[in-house]
């Protein structure tokens, strides 16, 4: 059963930076594709960024290229923060089959997801 949980979000003007953090319990050796997303309420949710816990590439949307990276594990960095990147950000996670490398980001494909944190650029 796996949990996930997500800290790190706040209130920082444009142009700073957040590290969002992804407490994920009962993944353990699996294959397993971890993504983070972000909502603004009334908008659907987008897909920023995924790994493959064993070893796959990382993906980034191409908002988010070149300011956003993963670090130390599941964290998510966050450079050069806009007032566009206001969210509720989620880390969520799926069972990866063999046949899958490169994780996507659609929401739809992830099964297990946090509560969410909420970052606020302004």
């Known amino acids: 059963h796996v949990q996930l949980v997500e800290s790190g979000g706040g209130s920082v003007q444009p142009g700073g930076s957040l590290t969002l953090s992804c407490a994920a319990s009962?993944?353990?050796?699996?294959?397993?594709?971890l993504g983070w997303f972000r909502q603004v309420a009334g908008k659907k949710r987008e897909g920023v960024a995924a790994?493959?816990?064993r070893g796959g590439g990382k993906v980034y949307a191409d908002s988010v290229k070149g300011r956003f990276t993963f670090s130390q594990g599941y964290n998510l960095q966050m450079n050069g923060l806009n007032p566009e990147d206001t969210a509720m950000y989620y880390c969520a996670t799926f069972s990866a089959p063999l046949s899958i490398t490169r994780c996507p980001l659609t929401p739809d494909d992830y099964v297990a997801w946090g509560q969410g944190t909420q970052v606020t650029v302004s």
């Open positions: 009962g993944i353990g050796y699996s294959r397993t594709c």
């Open positions: 790994l493959h816990t």
